[in-house]
């Protein structure tokens, strides 16, 4: 035992010497390379004093020197007094030279591209980069797939933003629009998320940021546009001037199935001639009223005196009935206006027209009004609710850079005058916090009730999206986190 002690102590004093003379070894080559560093840098300093003491060099200062105040005072001896009319008769000679202007106009032309799209990278490099909790969302790939992924990142609250808990968004044919490419080109103007689904949404906040009035543990909803990104994501970060309290004692999937459709349908009736009020004894057609916002229109039209004719498949008769549907006008499956406008000769035609993203509604306008809407009617009686083309999805390249450059600058410009950094002024103003409360208003006061069709749960969102784009669906499907 003491031999072995023995030869212990021996093993750990060699180590320790070994250890030591690896240390002095590395610091004496520490020492001898700041030393050479040293050392070079006093030579290279003595080569550059000779060198500049030489007489040569001395000799071309002093000529440089001489030159130099040769040439200003030839300038001041030859240049004109300065006087502004001299300036402005010069200005104005120059201007008359089509070359000069030309070559001017080419010069402004290139320092605004130059500067704008250098403020473009400048404020796409500083934007802000996603960290924070992590949380399920769907999420879709170039490929446009959609998969559920359980780390999706959401950035934290900022000023004016609010943290939401979603529990259930709607899905509708405005989600496949967005999976096929539509507002492909302004979305990365706008946000840094990834492309998600789910238009309308229903939850609880976690988190409010400064100047914020909603408090941690508000019911809220709201409304994502298609150039937003999506609300298909456990936590959601937003502004709070797009969410606000939902009706109390509204569960979250049938509170999630109304914020996008009622919102829709309240705009519908902005645009109408009638206005919110004047429907009592119009005669009011509603095409694709199986939709969310068709159901909507519904309720609200009949509430207010308007007799409503919806055109749907025939399994939907009774449910529509029950919404208030007057009359009821059964589509054939082909998608022509056509039956349609048979059924207003027989009828009676009506005094406004709305149309539906329904997958039973005619693709295109109607070609032949008069055979649909009064002669009494207004020229904005046909209101068509389908989205239109989006202009950026069409822009060519250079004209797209254009834009790109154009609309940072303006966004610049409105951060320079007070007006925020925010994107608001792009989104329907139903669709932001006052809409929003009027919406909860109406259910409240018992005129409008949310259509709530399914609820499905995450990993079924193909099934879902497949359904609310279906003939099937009558009303708003919703998809839930459980």
Known sequence: MDEFKLRAGEKLEAFQEAAKAA????????????SQTTELVRRIHEAFIELWQNELFVESRERVGVWTRDAVQRIKDGAPPLSPVLLYEELV??????????????????????????????????SRVSNGPHARALLAQPD?????????????AGPGEVLVRVQAFSVCARDRAVLRGRAAALRPLITRSQLSIGRGFAGVVLDAGPGVSLELGDEVWGCVSEWSGGAASELLTIRSTRVS??????AADTAASLPWAGSLALEALDKAPYGLEGWKGKRVAIIGA????????????SRKGARACTAAPQQHRTTLHDFGSAEFIETDGSRSWAGIEASAVRAGLWDALFCCDAQHTPPAAPQHLAALLKSTAPKRAFIDLRPSVLLTDRLPTPIWLLFCASFYTYRVLRCFLGLGN????????????????????????????PA?????????????LAHACSDEAIGTTVIRFP
């Open 23 to 34: 240390a002095n070894g590395g610091k004496n080559r520490v020492q001898d390379v700041a």
């Open 93 to 126: 000679a120059l201007f008359k030279d089509r070359m000069w202007r030309r070559s001017v106009a080419l010069f402004a032309c290139g320092v605004v591209l130059g500067g704008s799209a250098g403020l473009l990278l400048g404020l796409r490099a500083s």
């Open 144 to 156: 446009r797939a959609v998969l559920l992924v359980d780390d999706a990142v959401t950035p934290g």
């Open 245 to 250: 309290k939902r009706p109390q004692g509204l």
């Open 290 to 301: 199986t939709t969310g916002e068709g159901l909507a229109l519904l309720q609200l039209l």
């Open 422 to 449: 925010h994107t608001d002024w792009l989104e329907r103003p139903r669709q932001l916090s006052p809409g929003l409360d009027q919406l909860a208003a109406l259910v409240d006061s018992g005129y409008l009730t």
């Open 452 to 464: 709530l069709d399914k609820v499905y749960l995450p990993q079924d969102f193909e099934a879902a």
